[in-house]
Structure formats: C-alpha cells, structure tokens
C-alpha cells in the first residue's frame, strides 16, 4: 500500500444534508411565518454550498486593514475588506437579513427575518453584527420622526452599497452602534464623551470610543454627555454636504474572534450629531437597540451549536476507529445526541424569542412582557452554553478538529462573542433581576409560558416548584443572580420542548432539569433513545 494512499478521512458535508433542520422548520410554521420556508431553505443551502463556505474562509484569514490616510496624506479613516467579505454582506442584503422586516407589513415577518438569519450565519458569524445593528437602529430612529423618515427607507433597502458617501445619495445603507468607553466598558452612564450643542439643533461630540464593531456603516448610534445628561446621538460617517466627518479610526482591534468584522477603537473630534429623544434620555433612547441585538446573540449561539452538532455528527458517520464508524459507538452516540439536544434547546427557545418579538411589536402586551424577561434570561443561559458546546464538538473530531481547515477552530474562538456582546453574563443576570423588580407583568407571563403545560411532565413541574420557591426569597438575591436566571432559562426551554414534543424533551428534562446525567456532554443516562436525536442531524 502507498504511504500516500488517503483513506479513513471525511468529506465535507453537503449542502442539502446540512441545511436540512427540522428544529428551524417546524418552529418557522409556529411562529406564523411558514410562509418564508422557501427562502429560508434556499439560503441555507447557500450557506453550505462550497463558494459560500470559501467566502466565509475568505474573509476570516484576510481580515480588515485600516487605512487612516490616503497616499497623499489625507485623513480618510476607512477599511479595506476582503471582497468575500463582500459577496457574504451582498447576499444577506439581499434577502433581508438587517432591517427590511420594518418595512414588511405582514404577520411574521421579524420571524423570518430570524429564521433567515439562522439559516445563513451558518456561513460565518463576523458579517453577523453589521446586519443585527442596522435591524436594532431603526426602532431608535423612529423616536425622531423626521430622522426616521429620512434613512429608514434606506435602511430596511435590499441593496448593499459599500463605501462612504453621503448617506441619502446611496442604494442602501447600514448602521452601528457605538456606547462603550476606555473607563467604563458596560457601565456607559460614566461615558466622558462631550456633546456641545450648536445654534442649528446639531450637535458636536468630543471624546473617545474603546469599542466600535463595523466602523464603515454610514450611521452610528452613540452616546454622549449633554448639558442635560447622558444622551443618544445619530452620527453619519459623511455629512450631508459630501465631507467626511471627525470620525476618527485610532486603531483595529486584534480580536480572539469576529476576525472578518472590523472593530475599531473611535475618537470624535467635533463630530456632527443629531440628538436622538431628550437630552438625559439617552440610555432609556438605546436600550431598544440593545434588547433587540440581545435577541440577536441568542439567535447566534444558537446558530453555533446547530454548525458544531451538524459537523461533529457527519464526521462521526464518516469516521471509524476500532472497527465501526464513530456514529455506532455508544460512547459518541452519548455525546452526539447530548450536543443536538443542547442545539435544539437553543434553537426552539430563539425562534420562540422571535415570535413574541413579533406580536409584541404588533401590540400584544403579554408577548411584550415575556419578551423582556424571556430574552434577557435566553441571552445569559443560551449564550453561556455555546463555548462548551463547541468545545466539544470540536473534540469529535479529535486532532483534525484541532485544525484550522475543519473549520472548527474558527467555531470555538466566536463562540464567547455573544455571552460578551451587549452586556456579559452578570450584565444580563442583574437585568433580568431588574426587569422582574420594576416589571411584575413579566414574571406573570414568564410563568404564563411555563403553566402552560404544567402537568405534562413531572421534573418540569418540580423544577417550576423550585423556581417559585427562588424568586420569593429575596434575600441575597444580587448574588444568587446567575443561579435564578439560569433556573429560569432552563426551565423555559424545557416547557418549550415538551409543549412542542421535541425529540429532545425526555432528555433534555432528565439531564438539565432533574440532574439525571453529569456536568459534561455525553453524560445522558442509560436508556436514552438516540436514534431519534441524531435523526435531527445530517449523514446519522
């Protein structure tokens, strides 16, 4: 036999087994937006097909460089992307995936959007947050009518227009987020940045900005300290008479992850602003855009879990060691079926987020109230998970998932981002603490969902029983906070696969609820049905 003769290796997995998601699927017609399949069945086998795939590579080991200055020596503070990264943003554009769901008058449609975000960040993760924070910008706008009424169309337009221009004269436009600083990271109430306000009811910010995610958006949601306090200001990257503004890109940040995505570290030097809600107004202004990527991060950790399950699945149905393939050895059956039990988790509970997301911006006060609680527990739980998750699923793969081109590497350095991003895991464990205190309605509906299938299965009524018992201790409660929301979030996605009679149920109320299996994947009690589980994912 030649030395050189490749056996025992796996091939990639294809397009049709891997977009194939029963979880997703069944949870679009739920949430009222069955009607969307089509599209999102095609973008996710766009996501899986080989050019996206190589896009995704693309633009993750040709990361953004930052040109301050042109040849001549002129300031122009832009980045310079990878045109993978391009043809990924193009796609999203087109179909969606940022703020054309504001523009839809239709039962579901923020839905779709969702599901549509699922399917396609499967591709890669960093392209992710310019679309979530140009879909979270534009219920901020519209508390400036006249602001709104200006980019809003152009927002929510299926055109990816790239490059700096005067944001009216483009096909498209897309907007960021920028709150953080050097001295306060999550605490933004102690931002030093400066806004002076001028005779034409604009404003001028000076100060400096420590972490700014995809700086060549056209607008900027930001903060500023007005005569009247802590403010939101819109801030255009071109001013309206075709000038760059005094954004200034100080530096790149060399990040563990998100390596696509350009984050920058900004300096406002007198920068135009227009003032975004009253002055004193501006946390109470943003937080609409904050609860709304909130939404986003779990909708990505699910999204990671899902990519981890498919790929650690097909490998072991391709793999075999000791005589057998890796998928008929109970071991990694163990494993395997615990890895799609915690995907499906994560995923039935984000599509269940999108849904309320979507009556309540239709005016149903109940889906509001068990939004505001739902997601903020989902985004400290789900998002904890997904770094295990990947861990894990990368050691199916054993030594070959140690390396860059299985692609899992790349999985495991972005898995932390969402748990990070828009407030990190005691930021939103004090939140839904906060909401509970000052918003009872959204405990009642948070039970709501709960009770409504109180009796179906008794570890989920005990762990119900349990919780209650928690919150109506209030003693310590700041320092119990990650244990009470985690209850929470674990019995929410419980109820959620025994309402919907998930093949995950059984297990996931065994091992998450009733504390049958151990502390890592692969601990699922003897007696589990695997068979039904790996059904959910590819090649199994």
Not at 106 to 120: F, I
Not at 144 to 160: D, H, V
Not at 407 to 415: C, F, Q
Request: proline residues 5%; negative net charge; glycine residues 8%.
């Amino acid at each position: 036999m030649s030395t050189h003769e490749v056996t025992n290796q796996v091939p990639a997995p294809t397009a049709r087994e891997a977009a194939a998601d029963p979880a997703l699927f069944e949870a679009l017609h739920r949430e009222r937006a069955g009607w969307a399949e089509a599209e999102v069945r095609e973008l996710g086998l766009r996501a899986w097909d080989e050019p996206a795939q190589e896009w995704g590579r693309l633009a993750n080991e040709h990361e953004p460089i930052l040109r301050s200055h042109d040849r001549t020596g002129h300031r122009i503070d832009e980045v310079e992307f990878h045109p993978a990264w391009h043809e990924l943003m193009t796609v999203a554009i087109e179909h969606g995936l940022h703020a054309s769901p504001w523009r839809e008058d239709r039962v579901g449609t923020h839905v779709a959007r969702a599901a549509k975000l699922y399917a396609w960040g499967q591709v890669e993760a960093g392209h992710m947050c310019p679309l979530s924070m140009t879909y979270a910008s534009v219920p901020v706008l519209r508390v400036e009518p006249e602001l709104a009424e200006r980019y809003e169309p152009l927002l929510a337009a299926r055109t990816y227009d790239f490059g700096l221009r005067e944001p009216t004269g483009k096909r498209g436009l897309l907007a960021g987020m920028s709150m953080t600083e050097k001295q306060g990271g999550s605490d933004v109430r102690t931002n030093t940045t400066l806004a002076a306000p001028t005779a034409d009811g604009s404003y001028r910010l000076t100060g400096h900005k420590w972490f700014t995610s995809a700086p060549m958006s056209d607008l900027f949601l930001t903060l500023a300290r007005t005569p009247g306090g802590l403010s939101c200001f819109l801030v255009p990257r071109v001013l309206p008479d075709g000038t760059r503004n005094t954004f200034r890109l100080m530096r790149l940040k060399d990040k563990l992850g998100n390596r696509s995505n350009a984050s920058a570290e900004i300096e406002y030097e007198g920068a135009y602003a227009r003032l975004v809600g009253a002055e004193g107004e501006g946390v109470r202004t943003i937080v609409t855009m904050v609860n709304a990527t909130r939404l986003d991060c779990v909708i990505g950790a699910a999204v990671g879990m899902r990519v981890g399950a498919v790929r650690a699945a097909h490998h072991a149905a391709h793999r075999w060691a000791f005589g057998a393939a890796l998928i008929h050895q109970p071991l990694m059956r163990n494993v395997l079926a615990d890895l799609v039990i915690e995907s499906e988790a994560a995923t039935t509970v984000a599509m269940r987020l999108a849904g309320a997301a979507d009556r309540a911006l239709r005016g149903d006060p109940a889906e509001a109230a068990f939004r505001r609680i739902a997601v903020a527990v989902s985004k400290y739980w789900v998002c904890k998970r997904g770094p295990m998750h990947a861990a894990e699923a990368l050691e199916c793969l054993g030594g070959n998932g140690y390396v860059e081109e299985s692609g899992l590497p790349r999985l495991y350095r972005e898995a932390p981002l969402v748990s990070v991003w828009e407030g990190s895991g005691n930021v939103a464990a004090l939140d839904a603490l906060r909401a509970m205190a000052r918003e009872p309605a959204c405990v009642d509906a948070y039970f709501a969902e709960v009770d409504a299938v109180a009796g179906a299965d008794r570890r989920l009524d005990a762990a119900a029983a349990a919780l209650r018992k928690e919150l109506a201790d209030p003693s310590e409660a700041e320092f119990r906070a990650r244990r009470i929301v985690e209850s929470m979030a674990v019995l929410l996605q419980g109820a959620l696969l025994v309402r919907y009679a998930s093949p995950a149920a059984d297990a996931f109320c065994a091992t998450r609820l009733a504390r049958e299996g151990g502390h890592a994947f692969g601990t699922l009690p003897v007696g589990t049905d695997t068979a039904p589980l790996l059904a959910r994912v590819p090649g199994a």
